[in-house]
């Protein structure tokens, strides 16, 4: 069946370090595919997203593309803020789910000054 | 901005008991979900539901669940009968039509089984 891998966490980072977090997925057909966070003690909101191969996501200076010969949907961004310190979800949905969204494991980022 | 809300947020109760989780998606959307979150783990999906009948389901939403639309604005998942392996929080989200729109998610309700 269809599934996500992150990297482990926890991720710590020092405040304008460069940011990746690695996303790998399986999936039959094509999976539109998600970046979710989770700030501490709130819900899941969506970061950014991508429908089809080669699409870019962006949105608050992180970005991830859609890479359907590596299967990957990486998270970066450029210069981290302590702000950003959070649980990071990569996420999958596909038409024969029923667009159910199915994520991975999270990770935990961790940014001081 | 419109968004998801869940009552309560926070649930305690005792093993056996029932717990019924509310949630008021956005108005206009089609498209209902339940997940859930058990501490440290990922969050995983339990059901969907569409004009007013479950779409699809997983292996973790067995007997022990319902969910019901009971008017227009709530959509509910009840536990018939907790165990303690049911702690978890619990995420609502809804979405606006088939194909590929986003799910907007509620804050969850943290549920505590004793």
């Known amino acids: 069946g269809d599934s996500v891998t992150q990297m482990e966490g926890p991720v710590t980072l020092s405040e304008e370090a460069f940011l990746t977090i690695n996303c790998t997925y399986t999936a039959t057909g094509y999976p539109s595919l998600f970046w979710y966070v989770q700030y501490p003690g709130e819900g899941l909101q969506l970061l950014l997203k991508a429908t089809k191969a080669d699409d870019k996501g962006s949105n608050k200076g992180f970005e991830a593309t859609y890479r359907k010969e590596t299967t990957s949907f990486h998270l970066e961004k450029g210069s981290v803020q302590v702000s950003d310190s959070a649980v990071y979800f990569c996420a999958l949905d596909a038409a024969n789910s029923g667009y159910a969204l199915n994520f991975g494991k999270g990770t935990s980022l961790l940014v001081t000054p | 901005e419109p968004e998801v809300t869940q009552t309560p947020s926070h649930q305690v109760t005792q093993m056996g008991q029932e717990v019924i989780l509310r949630c008021v998606p956005i108005?206009?959307?089609?498209?209902f979900y339940w997940y859930r979150q058990i501490l440290g783990q990922k969050v995983e999906f339990l059901v969907s539901f569409y004009n007013n009948e479950i779409s699809e389901k997983s292996e973790i939403f067995d007997d022990q669940f319902s969910v019901e639309r009971p008017d227009g604005s709530n959509f509910t998942l009840k536990i018939r009968s907790t165990k303690l392996e049911d702690s978890a929080m619990y995420f609502c989200a809804s979405r606006a039509d088939r194909g590929r729109y986003e799910q907007y998610f509620g804050p969850g309700t943290r549920l505590t089984v004793t």
């Open positions: 108005s206009n959307h089609l498209y």
